[in-house]
T-cell receptor, first 115, second 113 residues
Framework: DAGVTQSPTHLIKTRGQQVTLRCSPK?????VSWYQQALGQGPQFIFQYYEEEERQRGNFPDRFSGHQFPNYSSELNVNALLLGDSALYLC??????????????FGPGTRLTVL | SQQGEEDPQALSIQEGENATMNCSYK?????LQWYRQNSGRGLVHLIL?????REKHSGRLRVTLDTSKKSSSLLITASRAADTASYFCATDGKKTSYDKVIFGPGTSLSVIP
């Protein structure tokens, strides 16, 4: 049973460019959340997708957008990259169940470097 | 502002000793979780404690939760070199069953063989 997978593993971009990161959730999961983790910091919640819609969003600008596909996989898009966007981007999946805690399983992350 | 704050920021101990990390948070929570992260890789879920629980054990891990003080502690007993990692507490709020999870800045643990 494959866990959460992310691609690519590493990525180098220059300022002003656009980037797309991909996530495949754990089998049976329907919810995907994205986090940004700067070096030496804890993960910061970007947004969560469920039923192909953004359900929750953290304090990130509109340059950060996402998408969830019918097969529950997800993409994170970042436009007009800034040096400060350099970070490890983590994807987490879960199975939504109303009224109970939905444990998240994390992928290995994509390391984005903006030059 | 961040929900969780771990203390200390860094901890260095000898193998076999116990390691204690603390987490404080600011608003009411549903659950508090502890995660481990090795060398900037993905997060591994260690243990979850619900707001109506006070203590939980899992192998060499012991977690306590004091909702009156809005704090939690993670105790790792008989530490091993393989426990060297960053440890994060994370909380989710009471608004909905899918309320966003907020992480603290983490404690970096070094276990010296």
């Amino acid at each position: 049973d494959a866990g959460v997978t992310q691609s690519p593993t590493h990525l180098i971009k220059t300022r002003g460019q656009q980037v797309t990161l991909r996530c495949s959730p754990k089998s049976g999961h329907d919810t995907v959340s994205w986090y940004q983790q700067a070096l030496g910091q804890g993960p910061q919640f970007i947004f969560q997708y469920y039923e192909e819609e953004e359900r929750q969003r953290g304090n990130f600008p509109d340059r950060f957008s996402g998408h969830q596909f019918p097969n529950y996989s997800s993409e994170l898009n970042v436009n007009a990259l800034l040096l400060g966007d350099s970070a490890l981007y983590l994807c987490a999946s879960s199975l939504y169940s109303a009224g109970s805690y939905n444990e998240q399983f994390f992928g290995p992350g994509t390391r984005l470097t903006v030059l | 502002s961040q929900q969780g704050e771990e203390d200390p920021q860094a901890l260095s101990i000898q193998e076999g000793e116990n390691a204690t990390m603390n987490c404080s948070y600011k608003t009411s929570i549903n659950n508090l979780q502890w995660y481990r992260q090795n060398s900037g890789r993905g997060l591994v879920h260690l243990i979850l404690i619900r707001s109506n629980e006070r203590e939980k054990h899992s192998g060499r891990l012991r977690v306590t939760l004091d909702t009156s003080k809005k704090s939690s502690s993670l105790l790792i007993t008989a530490s091993r070199a393989a426990d060297t990692a960053s440890y994060f507490c994370a909380t989710d709020g009471k608004k909905t069953s899918y309320d966003k999870v907020i992480f603290g800045p983490g404690t970096s643990l070094s276990v010296i063989p």
